[in-house]
C-alpha cells in the first residue's frame, strides 16, 4: 500500500505570495491532518479533514486555509505569505481521526519564504 | 486538555550505550501514547504506541516503552544504541478532550550518537 505523498516536496516563495500544498493520504483513511514543523515551535496542529470536512482546526491566522476532495485527497493554501511561514509541513491521515489510530505522516514539503 | 514534556532537547549516548528518552504527559482522561521517530528531511515515524492493553510496549528497532500510570510517564528506552539510531524522536498524546483526537506534540529530542 502505497504511502502519504506530499507534493511538491521542496518550494521557495517570496514574501506577499501565495502557495498551495497538496497531499495523497493512504488509500482507505478518510482523516488528513496538516502541521507546521519549525525549529522553534515544534510540531503545531493546524487543521483536521474527514469526509471533505473540517473538523478541528489549530491556533493559526485565516491565512492558513485548507479543503478536502471527495477522493480525500487533501490541500491546504497559504495566502499573503510571510518570513515566519518558512516551515516543513507535514500532512499525515489516518482512517478515522480517533485518538487510538496510528497517525501516518508524509515526506513534507519545505517551504522557504525570501 | 493535554500536553507533553519531554525533559531535554538533546542527548548524547556513546554507540551501545542505553538510550533514555524521557516523556511525561497531562492528560483528563486515560491517554493514548506515542513516539514517533524523524530521520533527517522525512516524516515522522511511528515507533509504538500505548492503547491501554500492556503497560511495557515493545516497537520497532529494539526500542520499548513503559507507561507508568502514577508517575505520568511514558520514557523511551532502547537497551544499545546504534549510529543508525541518532533521529529526532517525538512523544504524543491523544485522548477524546472535547471530541478532539488530535494528538499533541512534545518538542522532541534530538538523539547523538557517539562511535
Known amino acids: 500500500k502505497a504511502g502519504v505523498t506530499q507534493t511538491p516536496r521542496y518550494l521557495i516563495k517570496t514574501r506577499g505570495q501565495q502557495v498551495t500544498l497538496s497531499c495523497s493520504p493512504i488509500?482507505?483513511?478518510?482523516?488528513v491532518s496538516w502541521y507546521q514543523q519549525t525549529p522553534g515551535q515544534g510540531l503545531q496542529f493546524l487543521f483536521e479533514?474527514?469526509?471533505?470536512?473540517?473538523?478541528n482546526k489549530g491556533n493559526f491566522p485565516g491565512r492558513f486555509s485548507g479543503r478536502q476532495f471527495s477522493n480525500s485527497r487533501s490541500e491546504m493554501n497559504v495566502s499573503t505569505l510571510e518570513l515566519g511561514d518558512s516551515a516543513l509541513y507535514l500532512c499525515?491521515?489516518?482512517?478515522?481521526?480517533?485518538?487510538?489510530?496510528?497517525?501516518?505522516f508524509g515526506p513534507g514539503t519545505r517551504l522557504l519564504v525570501l | 486538555a493535554q500536553s507533553v514534556t519531554q525533559l531535554g532537547s538533546h542527548v548524547s549516548v556513546s554507540e551501545g550505550a542505553l538510550v533514555l528518552l524521557r516523556c511525561n504527559y497531562s492528560s483528563s482522561v486515560p491517554p493514548y501514547l506515542f513516539w514517533y521517530v524523524q530521520y533527517p528531511n522525512q516524516g515522522l515515524q511511528l515507533l509504538l504506541k500505548?492503547?491501554?492493553?500492556?503497560?511495557l510496549v515493545k516497537g520497532i528497532n529494539g526500542f520499548e516503552a513503559e507507561f507508568k500510570k502514577s508517575e505520568t510517564s511514558f520514557h523511551l528506552t532502547k537497551p544499545s544504541a546504534h549510529m543508525s539510531d541518532a533521529a529526532e524522536y517525538f512523544c504524543?498524546?491523544?485522548?477524546?478532550?472535547?471530541?478532539?483526537?488530535?494528538?499533541?506534540f512534545g518538542r522532541g529530542t534530538s538523539l547523538i550518537v557517539h562511535p
Open positions: 500505548y492503547t491501554s492493553a500492556a503497560t
Open positions: 479533514y474527514f469526509s471533505e470536512t473540517q473538523r
Open positions: 499525515a491521515s489516518s482512517w478515522l481521526g480517533q485518538g487510538f489510530e496510528t497517525q501516518y
Open positions: 488509500s482507505g483513511h478518510r482523516s
Open positions: 504524543a498524546v491523544s485522548d477524546a478532550s472535547g471530541g478532539s483526537y488530535i494528538p499533541t
